[in-house]
C-alpha cells in the first residue's frame, strides 16, 4: 500500500516519523527545502505535484492548512476512485465539505489530531464517512497510533474533541506557565521551575495513564490531611477554577462550530 501525503508541514512530519515503511511513502510539498529537508531526513519520495501523489497512493493524508484545501481538491479531485481513502487532518472541514471539495467516489477519513503528534504522544479522534470501510479505519488507526493514542467516535462529538484534545495542549501549557510563575515567586529559578513543573505535568499523566486510577481518590490520596497538597487544594478547589475551565472549553467548542 502506498501512503501519501498532500502537504508535508508539522503535522505530516509527525505521523510520517510513525510509519514503519518509509519506502512506501509519496508526500506532495510546495516548498523545496522542505522536500529536500525531508527526502534528507526519512528517505521520502517527495514531488512538488499533489496530482502525483493522488495518482500514486491508495491512503492520502491531507495536510495542508484550511485555505490551502480547495487549490488541493480543484487538482486531485478528477483523479480520485472508489478504491482510495482520504484522511483529512485539517481543523474545521467536516466530512460533507470534504466530499464537496473531493467528490462522492473517495473514501472519506477526518482527523482531529493535536500537535504532540509532533512529540510521539498524539491524541488523534477519528470519524470517516458512511461508505469508508472497516479495513479503511483501521488501517488509519493503526498508522496514528504509532504517533500516541488513537479513538474513533462519531463527527457530531468532533467540536467537543476540537475543545479538549485539539486545543487542550494550550491550556495545559498556560497552566504550566502559571506553576512556574508561582514556583518563581517562591523563589525559584525559571528554568528550575519549569523543570519542576513540566516532568510533575508528564509524570502525573504518565501514573494515570500507567495506573487507571480514578482522579478523585488519586486527588485525595496526594492530600494528605493537614499536609502540604490539601493546604494548596484549599486554594484552588473552589467552584471558580472549574466554572473557567467548563467555560474555556465551551467557547472553543462553540468557535469549532462556528468555522465548520
Ligand atoms: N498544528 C496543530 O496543532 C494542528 C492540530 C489539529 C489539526 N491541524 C491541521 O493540520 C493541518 C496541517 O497543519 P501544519 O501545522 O502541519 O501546517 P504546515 O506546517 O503549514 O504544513 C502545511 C504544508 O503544506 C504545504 N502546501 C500547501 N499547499 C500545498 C500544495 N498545493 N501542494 C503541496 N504542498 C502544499 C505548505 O506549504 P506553504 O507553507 O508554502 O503553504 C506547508 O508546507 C492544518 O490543516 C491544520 O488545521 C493542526
Same mark, same amino acid.
Given at each position: 500500500m502506498t501512503i501519501g501525503f498532500l502537504g508535508a508541514g508539522k503535522m505530516a512530519e509527525g505521523i510520517l516519523a510513525a510509519i $514503519? $515503511? =518509509? #519506502?512506501?511513502v509519496v508526500m506532495a510539498e510546495k516548498v523545496a527545502e522542505r522536500r529536500a529537508e525531508l527526502a534528507r531526513a526519512y528517505g521520502v519520495d517527495m514531488t512538488d505535484d499533489v496530482a502525483a501523489v493522488a495518482r500514486r497512493a491508495s491512503l492520502i493524508f491531507l495536510a495542508v492548512r484550511p485555505q490551502d484545501v480547495d487549490a488541493v481538491a480543484a487538482a486531485v479531485k478528477p483523479l480520485l476512485t472508489a478504491r482510495q481513502t482520504l484522511v483529512s487532518i485539517v481543523a474545521g472541514k467536516t466530512l460533507a465539505k470534504l466530499k464537496a471539495a473531493f467528490g462522492a467516489k473517495v473514501n472519506l477519513i477526518r482527523v482531529m489530531p493535536n500537535l504532540a503528534l509532533r512529540a510521539n504522544a498524539g491524541m488523534c479522534a477519528i470519524t470517516a464517512s458512511a461508505k469508508t470501510p472497516a479495513a479503511k479505519i483501521k488501517a488509519v488507526e493503526k498508522i496514528l497510533g504509532g504517533a500516541g493514542a488513537t479513538v474513533v467516535l462519531k463527527e457530531k462529538d468532533f467540536d467537543a474533541v476540537t475543545a479538549l484534545s485539539g486545543s487542550g495542549p494550550a491550556y495545559f501549557a498556560y497552566m504550566e506557565e502559571a506553576m512556574v510563575e508561582g514556583g518563581v515567586r517562591l523563589g525559584l529559578k525559571p528554568d528550575v521551575a519549569r523543570l519542576l513543573a513540566e516532568q510533575t505535568m508528564f509524570g502525573t499523566a504518565k501514573f494515570l495513564r500507567e495506573s487507571g486510577m480514578a482522579l478523585r481518590p488519586f486527588i485525595e490520596g496526594v492530600c494528605? =490531611? #493537614?499536609g502540604t497538597t490539601a493546604a494548596g487544594m484549599a486554594e484552588l478547589d473552589v467552584p471558580a477554577f472549574k466554572q473557567i475551565v467548563a467555560a474555556t472549553l465551551a467557547a472553543a467548542a462553540r468557535r469549532s462550530r462556528e468555522l465548520a
Open positions: $514503519d $515503511d =518509509k #519506502g512506501a494528605t =490531611k #493537614g
